[in-house]
């Protein structure tokens, strides 16, 4: 495989290795967290949690030391009772979640709480129902007032995302981030990348979160092409656990993105989840690619 300087300038003379990011009128957290990166020379690790598993307080005691061990970006997850995307350890969390009586507003307040401990970029991850019920206006809203730096709906396309994003005021730095997956037609493909901000969310392969079975020769070639279209960060997720599967990611992208791994933390040890994963996320950032 080859390194990621390689990939990163395969195919594109029109960028310096550094890859110069879109320019803000505000420097928001989500581009000062690409750029320390990159000025290290390593990939960002983005880190998936279920919001309210195993419940309520320990799923933000879970957050708090997440965030503490090292993550660069999280991503909260909204539990929904219908996912599509989602393979099964992270349905699983989601209906723990739910059961434990969490809703979009207590993601949101998560949101606030860890903003007064923490400076990293905070994405909100959900379906659309969720946003849906609360009213776009208010979740974007209450979502920028807490502190949250963009969002990611699963099943709301690309092109309809001004339905929620016609909220946020110019002056306000809060990105839709995007995904790109293999089945994406090219010319789709070129559209969502004219659009993206913060990161795109590259889907490794087809088919469901947790699962390996990754074709690394195949998202290496995809990654290339990706390049030659966007200077937006490139970030892969779906069957993302190993700390191989990191390394191979680093070479190629500007960030990995972990969630089912630590779910199955949660999962197996509930009680002490909040030290398994700080220590899961210290160990993967010892390592040269993060």
């Not at 000025?39 to 957050?63: C, K, M, V, W």
């Not at 059961?99 to 998560?110: N, P, Q």
Request: aromatic share 6%; glycine share 8%; net charge negative.
């Amino acid at each position: 495989m080859a390194s990621r300087t390689d990939v990163q300038n395969s195919g594109q003379e029109q960028f310096n290795n550094s890859k110069t990011l879109p320019l803000f009128d505000n420097m928001n957290r989500l581009t000062q967290t690409f750029e320390k990166t990159r000025h290290e020379n390593r990939a960002a690790l983005i880190g998936y949690i279920t919001a309210g598993d195993p419940d309520i307080e320990q799923s933000f005691a879970i957050l708090d030391a997440a965030c503490g061990a090292g993550l660069d970006v999280l991503e909260i997850g909204i539990p929904f009772s219908d996912p599509t995307a989602d393979g099964p350890v992270i349905q699983r969390a989601a209906g723990r979640a739910l059961r434990s009586g969490m809703t979009l507003e207590k993601g949101i307040d998560y949101v606030r709480r860890l903003r007064e401990r923490h400076d990293l970029p905070i994405i909100l991850f959900s379906y659309y129902n969720p946003v849906l019920a609360m009213g776009a206006e208010r979740f974007v809203t209450e979502a920028i007032a807490a502190g949250a730096d963009g969002a990611l709906i699963v099943d709301l396309p690309s092109e309809n995302s001004d339905e929620m994003m016609q909220f946020v005021k110019p002056t306000e730095s809060f990105a839709f981030i995007r995904l790109v997956a293999p089945t994406t037609d090219p010319v789709r493909r070129r559209d969502i990348l004219k659009k993206s901000e913060g990161f795109v969310y590259v889907v490794s392969r087809r088919g469901v979160t947790g699962i390996g079975g990754i074709d690394w020769n195949a998202l290496e070639g995809e990654m290339k092409e990706l390049r030659k279209e966007t200077t937006v960060p490139l970030c892969i997720g779906f069957g993302i656990s190993t700390a191989e599967d990191v390394h191979n990611i680093a070479k190629i992208a500007d960030g990995a993105i972990i969630g089912s791994a630590f779910q199955r933390i949660i999962e197996e040890q509930p009680q002490t989840a909040a030290t398994a994963v700080a220590k899961s996320i210290a160990a993967l950032r010892k390592s040269k690619s993060l």
